[in-house]
């Protein structure tokens, strides 16, 4: 008797531990929500791409509303990090345990202070926004919890100075860059284009900036002094903004060509006025003007009315937490990381409701998108662009 009572007492025991043991294999997932972390710079130099973050909270609030994702909620922890990599660190550390991925991880220092973070701690991070160099350079075993949808810096900067040099007749080439691994890349690109327009154009005087550099008067004579006729800009908003700016005021109108970070173009238009007018610039996402964007930009807005200043960056954050929720979808409800990471691994042909190009991952895969779009910056009163190119896509890296 005291044998079949002892016997009952361990079977209560063992089905009271299941639900804490399956929890535990899946931090920050319970019966009725999903936990997903957000570091992001919503201060300091960087602070108009933390609107990234608010729009990833935003989508998430706006998938609650059609009922969650297999019966849970969304709950999104959103953290600032100020584009600094020891906050970011210290974020990632604190939600580890506590949130079951990490959407948007913002800024090439701080991808490279943290490439070791999801191997060693089997953490997930969807759509980490930075130099997939950072991620490329990584023993394959280790990118099983990364999934990359992110253009190569080189790639971008080969295309923008080729079209550049074969259709807008641009022959002397300068760089504005931000000098870490963020803008450095920029000018191994360059080479590249410079190689295969065998002496069609030539790189002349590029001009590197610290991320604490407000005074930018001196690198737009630097710019000028350089001879160039086209000028590349591979730099935060703010700091591509003030630089367009300082060269008008030296009477220094070179075509313009802007990396995708600059490709806010409502932001530009704000910041940088007239002077943007003109310019070519990539597209990481479909930009507003186009139903798709449109629509998105709509739902964010009205559920968060900060981002009417930044649509770009709404747009931007979206779409990332657009790709961790058909993730979620495909890992089914016995939801684990590693459930979330087959799932993933199912992707192909993801456009993030037609915001983004062909996105597709697989077991020997994790850089799942390489594309930009190329726009045209046209008038400033009405924020009116125009496109150039459809998607131009790059061989993903890894």
Do not use: C
């Not at 990833?56 to 999104?76: F, Y």
């Not at 860059?177 to 002496?199: C, H, T």
């Amino acid at each position: 008797m005291k044998l079949r009572v002892f016997a009952a007492v361990l079977l209560v025991a063992a089905l009271a531990a299941t639900p804490a043991l399956a929890q535990s294999k899946a931090p920050g997932v319970t019966d009725t929500e999903v936990v997903i972390g957000v570091s992001t710079p919503l201060s300091g130099p960087a602070a108009t791409w933390g609107a990234t973050g608010l729009a990833i909270e935003a989508w998430a609030k706006h998938i609650n509303e059609q009922g969650g994702v297999h019966g849970r909620k969304l709950r999104v922890i959103l953290r600032d990090d100020a584009y600094n990599p020891g906050r970011a660190l210290a974020n990632l550390n604190e939600m580890k345990d506590t949130v079951f991925m990490n959407v948007g991880l913002l800024g090439s220092a701080i991808l490279n202070a943290a490439k070791d973070f999801p191997h060693d701690n089997k953490f997930i991070v969807v759509n980490p926004y930075g130099n997939p160099m950072i991620w490329a350079a990584q023993p394959k075993d280790k990118l099983r919890y990364v999934f990359v949808n992110y253009p190569d810096y080189r790639d971008e900067t080969e295309f923008l100075i080729s079209y550049a040099a074969n259709n807008l007749g641009a022959k002397k080439f300068s760089i504005f860059y931000q000098n870490d691994a963020f803008g450095l890349p920029s000018l191994e690109g360059a080479k590249r284009a410079m190689a295969k327009l065998g002496g069609k154009a030539s790189l002349v005087g590029p001009v590197p900036y610290e991320v604490a550099d407000r005074e930018l008067g001196s690198h737009a004579l630097k710019l000028k002094e350089s001879g160039a006729d086209a000028v590349v800009i591979f730099s935060t908003t703010v700091h591509g903004a003030n630089i367009v700016k300082e060269m008008a005021k030296v009477d220094f109108r070179p075509k313009l060509l802007g990396s995708f970070p600059v490709g806010d173009h409502i932001t530009m238009f704000r910041l940088a006025g007239a002077a943007w007018e003109g310019a070519y610039f990539n597209a990481l996402v479909t930009p507003l003007g186009e139903p798709a964007a449109d629509r998105v930009v709509d739902i964010v807005t009205k559920i968060e009315p900060k981002l009417k200043g930044n649509p770009g960056s709404g747009l931007a954050g979206a779409a990332p937490m657009m790709l961790a929720v058909e993730g979620l979808k495909r890992a089914g409800r016995n939801l684990t990381r590693d459930s979330f990471v087959e799932g993933m691994e199912s992707i192909k042909d993801f456009t993030s409701e037609g915001l983004t190009g062909p996105i597709t991952f697989g077991p020997g895969r994790r850089h799942g998108l390489n594309s930009v779009k190329l726009m045209k910056a046209e008038n400033a009163a009405q924020n009116k662009i125009s496109q150039v190119t459809g998607w131009q896509t790059f061989p993903p890296l890894f």
